[in-house]
């Protein structure tokens, strides 16, 4: 069993990022000593949908607020998906890149966001696609990293099952407009992939879009065992990544795959 923290963050446009930061961290540092990790959303700095600022802000991910994440993370010793961050490379590309770090302070790994969203006109006028998909062992078993938009499309889900995933660990900006679509579409995830979802939504209004918040936890059955409201808070939970194998052994359906 391992602890799970998810930070329900606001992120706001009456709120300076530089602000944002400060307070974020201050509950980051609070919530540290009663998980076993820590989740953040996806640009909670900028905020998701504002794309100006996440330009404004792009750094590499040795910019100094993640060296204070990694710092917060090994005074804890305690893993933390920072959620994600518009990453900088010196070419003049940004990712949207999610940051996990270990509890010796160390990033474990990294994952650009391989679905953009918006269309032609959203998110792809500012952040390049990535193209790897991201496995690693965690807390919570063998643990595959997506963001937001990705929950749309199953077939990269099941990719992460066949490279071993059990739990499935998302940080993301989803609308209010769309709530009972990321409430279905993580169970769905859970549900056909016989895996846990743990899912960090933010919450707060920017660029005219206000985020949905319903940060979510899903059990390999699909069932929710912890679920947030529309509010900034801290979720917890409790994650048993061996309830996955148990599970696929008792109820076989992925070895039924047929290729198309």
Not at 27 to 38: E, G, K, N, S, W
Not at 207 to 231: F, K, R, Y
């Amino acid at each position: 069993m391992s602890r799970v923290a998810l930070l329900q963050v606001a992120s706001d446009a009456r709120e300076t990022p530089d602000a944002r930061i400060d307070r974020v961290l201050g509950m980051l540092a609070d919530a540290l000593p009663d998980a076993d990790m820590v989740v953040l959303p996806e640009l909670w700095v900028p905020g998701a949908f504002n794309l100006t600022v996440a330009r404004d802000v792009a750094a590499p991910l040795s910019s100094p607020v993640m060296d204070r994440i990694r710092s917060l993370a090994a005074a804890a010793s305690t893993w933390v998906h920072a959620g994600s961050f518009a990453e900088a490379l010196p070419d003049g590309r940004i990712f949207n890149t999610a940051v996990l770090i270990g509890p010796s302070g160390d990033i474990v790994a990294t994952y650009r966001k391989r679905h953009l969203f918006g269309f032609a006109t959203g998110e792809r006028t500012v952040i390049s696609e990535g193209d790897a998909l991201v496995v690693v062992e965690t807390p919570f078993g063998t643990t595959g990293l997506a963001t937001c938009y990705d929950l749309r499309f199953p077939e990269m889900f099941r990719d992460l099952v066949e490279s071993g995933a059990q739990t499935f660990l998302l940080c993301s900006g989803w609308p209010t407009t769309r709530i009972e679509h990321w409430r279905v579409l993580t169970r769905a995830r859970a549900i056909e992939d016989l895996a846990w979802v743990v899912a960090c939504n933010g919450v707060g209004s920017h660029a005219d879009i206000t985020l949905g918040g319903h940060s979510i936890v899903v059990d390999p059955q699909g069932e929710i065992v912890a679920e947030a409201g529309n509010d900034e808070t801290v979720l917890l939970a409790e994650v048993h990544p061996a309830a996955a194998d148990a599970w696929r052994e008792t109820f076989p359906v992925l070895g039924d795959r047929r290729d198309a």
